[in-house]
């Protein structure tokens, strides 16, 4: 019974989210009048795309699986800042962390001065490498909480057990961890993979020109600078087709876990081993640590001289941010929640669509539906919230869907037999069970919402700055300082916010 | 003193609002941020048509045009104010404008005679660069030179567009020739103006494809005469930044009475030290001396609208065949 409302509900949620997503797309071919058949050129850009997502969701989770795992065994101070800071890099505006970026890895960057020091040549950053190194910025720490998540849902009861059989730490790893990683794996390889997809501007500064073309460049250029909303509607769907490829091929690909139940205890690595692996540990922190921190290091110290020159708008701005993100965290959870009720391979599947849709797709749908009803500066917040809930989706029900579908098979015959049910189900199963994942998402998705610039400009706010925009007014007024001062204000709040929720959240172990 | 002014608004709005007539600009985004024009702009207008202008920020000049044609007939705009010459044919053929009859005595380093579009401000496409680092006089010396350069991505940005109009209206046939010598000296191509500069000032590019007035931002509000702006022998784009009014404005009357006010000396003396372009109206009290031209008129280059409609798709085309290598 209360299976089958879950499943109501989720069907419900998943309904609801294509109305949103798919909307907004017919209104765009309707207006056009038609498609269009893709050119050369688009063909060219549709196998840049998929060649840069690929090869950044396998680099990307690649070097994630050793730091997930030294994360999952050690005990040290710092840990809980540093799985914090995996947060950081993934909620920060593109053009900040492509600044932050070109300051360590640029032709005068922190890298290249150290390189010239010891005698080496320049290192260039731009090409598809570059479009992969920016990537890998962004989302190995989201493939890393995702690893982790999944080696903190192995019962501390079986770490415990292999202790005790002195298992060495290859069959533990082959006993315990293969099974949780091809259940995880395949997921955070699609997730990533449908993130970088939709790449723009980071692929094409870094990519270094044309070359680095991407269907979100020519989705764009088809909005903006032809006005071809056929042509722009057509890219779209074939941005869609792509990503749902990655997310069948992601649901074929895992595997059901065989860990089992286990009792919830805090997780204690007595397997943990000794001598050089410990060593090898500490080196993949480090420098994971170095990799993620430093280019966050420079944008704050370029941020601080810009402090002096806040414009007066910055606080209100900032209120807006936060307001907006606080209202996406909110419907992002509780849609989730809704999703992740039903369990449903396809549901899931579902969930990962909206990052095939870009916001200027989605916005521009919306405004051709609303603009006959109402004027659209009127919904500019509204729809930013929206479209900000829709962005984070994938992310969160990624992480809940497991953790909901964890507590329902360890401890759903037991509610059963109890007539846990609704509600009461709710608080009493899945709510305790789902607390750290909830607190992740939440942070994740207030997070993401305050860098995302969105579909503000396209809406038109007089008088309704949000720090994004704000930032890039300033940019666009030579102001770089002050802009940069804001970058750090945004930083500051985005990661204020995403650990508020996120330790919130958290359980003593985490 | 500034509550008190407020508080007397809200009083006044109350039972003003039903007359005070709204005369609605659609205009690209930093025109209306507070370092821009717009808030300036719109006191000195109100102080004198007796209505509330509102101002609507949408992107840039070609995002501007895309969301008029997005609400076609149901626009609520009077007045688009931020198209340039490169928009212009596109902006035409939608029929959304019409003839407003204003006209001024330009300063323009051409014949202005459309009745349509107002031209409001202009300036130079230009590379800008430190005043110790290198300085080419040409395309073919800059691409024989191992400087680096920043540009624009000409499918989503206007000063990306302008500079492929130019090597095409410099180098007709030869263009693809100069955009494949100068391949080696790109550091990388950026969506918009915003992230090519930023990269510039970050010293990632010797130059950065950026306006003539550029340096006088510099000079002016930070006293930093550091950053020169080259001008180049085969002559410099030139952008010409243009405003209308609507065919369906609902407040005709006050829109012409905006354009008219908009190429007045009132608006004119406003533009350059907030837009950071040349006025289009040479204003009564002369310019700061950084504004003074580098480029001589007769090396003023410009494509018709017509024109630059036409060579946009080819040339596009081959830009980026060139430079995908």
Known sequence: ?510 | MKHLVLATGCLLASQAAAQTPVLNVYTYDSFDSDWGPGPQIEQAFEAQCACDLVFTPAGDGAALLSKLRLEGARSKADVVLGLDTALMAQARATGLFAPAQVSADYALPLAWTDDTFVPFDWGYFAFVGNADGPKPHSFRELAASDAKIVIEDPRSSTPGLGLLLWVQKAYGDEAPEIWKALSDNIVTVTPGWSEAYGMFLEGEADLVLSYTTSPAYHVIAEDDDSKVALPFEEGNYMQVEVAAMTAHAPQPDLARQFLAFLVSDKAQSILPETNWMYPAVKPATPLPAAFDQIVPADKALLMSPEEAEAARAPALDAWRSALAR
């Not at chain 1, 666009?476 to 985005?494: C, F, H, K, N, Q």
């Open chain 1, 1 to 510: 019974m209360a299976l089958r409302a879950g499943a109501l509900i989720a069907r419900g949620s998943a309904g609801l989210l294509l109305a949103l997503l798919f909307a907004p797309l017919a209104a765009i071919l309707i207006r056009a009048g038609g498609g269009y058949l893709p050119a050369p050129a688009d063909w060219a850009a549709v196998r840049f795309t998929l060649l840069q997502a690929a090869l950044s969701a396998l680099v990307s989770v690649a070097l994630a699986l050793p730091v997930a795992r030294a994360l999952a065994r050690r005990r040290f101070p710092g840990r809980r800042l540093f799985i914090a800071l995996t947060g950081a890099p993934f909620i920060l505006p593109v053009i900040v962390a492509v600044m932050g970026l070109v300051a360590i890895f640029g032709v005068r960057g922190a890298l290249n001065t150290a390189l010239a020091q010891l005698g080496l040549g320049p290192l260039r950053i731009y090409g598809l490498h570059g479009v992969v190194l920016a990537h890998v910025f962004f989302n190995m720490p989201l493939a890393t909480r995702m690893l982790l998540q999944g080696w903190q849902a192995i019962p501390a009861e079986r770490f415990r057990l292999a202790a005790q059989l002195n298992l060495p730490p290859a069959a533990t790893f082959r006993l315990l961890e293969v099974p949780m990683l091809r259940q995880v794996v395949p997921g955070a390889l699609a997730a990533i993979f449908a993130i970088c997809l939709a790449s723009f501007a980071v692929a094409l500064i870094l990519g270094g020109g044309p070359r680095a073309t991407t269907v979100e460049l020519a989705i764009y250029q088809a909005f903006t600078f032809d006005f071809d909303l056929g042509r722009a509607a057509v890219l779209a769907l074939m941005q869609t087709a792509l990503v749902a490829l990655a997310a069948v091929a992601a649901l074929v690909f895992a595997r059901a876990d065989g860990s089992g139940a286990g009792l919830g205890r805090p997780i204690a690595r007595w397997d943990a081993p000794r001598g050089w692996r410990r060593g090898a540990d500490v080196l993949v922190l480090m420098l994971a640590a170095a990799f993620l921190a430093a280019p966050i290091l420079s944008l704050a110290l370029s941020g601080l001289p810009g402090l002096a020159q806040l414009p007066a708008g910055i606080w209100g701005a900032a209120m807006t941010s936060v307001l907006v993100a606080l209202a996406s965290a909110a419907l992002t959870c509780l849609l989730c929640l809704g999703m992740a009720a039903g369990l449903s391979a396809v549901v899931q599947g579902v969930g990962l669509l909206p990052l095939a849709l870009s916001p200027l797709v989605l916005g521009t749908g919306w405004f051709l539906i609303l603009n006959p009803v109402i004027a659209p500066s009127v919904l500019a917040l509204p729809m930013l919230v929206a479209v900000n809930t829709l962005m984070a989706m994938p992310f969160c029900l990624r992480i809940l869907a497991p953790a909901y579908a964890r507590a329902e098979s360890d401890h759903g015959r037991l509610a059963d037999q109890l007539g846990l049910r609704g509600l009461a189900r709710l608080r009493w199963l899945v709510l305790p069970r789902l607390r750290p994942a909830l607190g992740f998402c939440a942070g994740l998705a207030a997070a993401l919402s305050m860098g995302d610039l969105g579909v503000i400009t396209l809406f038109g706010t007089s008088g309704q700055d949000t720090l994004p925009l704000l930032m890039y007014r300033l940019m666009g007024a030579y102001r770089t300082e002050a802009a940069s001062a804001v970058g750090l204000i945004l930083m500051a709040l985005s990661f204020g916010l995403f650990w508020l929720f996120d330790r919130g959240g958290a359980a003593p172990d985490a």
